[in-house]
């Protein structure tokens, strides 16, 4: 199957829980959850110790994340990339949430991940 034919409810069906793993890992401040849906080359870019300087960071900068809104998809064969404006709790700058999801050997992984 081709990630082109799904629509975007499919996309977000697959991608919303993923993405509650990864917030969600990052406002417990928890590795494992944060990076239990992640690839095995996205898993080898950031060690525990870099993970946990960066929730310190982003927590003194933006607070804890809170909702986020579905900004857009945009798909390839093999991939889809979803864009969420994150709310953070003591910030009201717009913060993106960029994912991107790749099917590899019949099951959907997170490929790349990105708060800017």
Not at 44 to 73: K, M, N, Y
């Amino acid at each position: 199957m081709s990630c082109l034919d799904l629509s975007d409810a499919e996309i977000v069906k697959i991608a919303e829980p993923m993405m509650e793993d990864v917030i969600l890992g990052v406002s417990r401040r928890d590795y494992k959850l944060h990076s239990t849906q992640f690839s095995v080359d996205l898993k080898s870019l950031i060690t525990h110790d870099e993970f946990l300087q960066a929730c310190d960071q982003r927590e003194a900068d933006w607070g804890l994340p809170g909702s986020r809104e579905l900004v857009t998809i945009f798909r390839k064969h093999k991939s889809f990339t979803v864009i969420w404006n994150q709310q953070y709790t003591r910030t009201d700058e717009q913060i993106m949430v960029l994912v991107t999801i790749a099917l590899k050997g019949g099951r959907y992984f997170v490929d790349y991940f990105l708060l800017h």
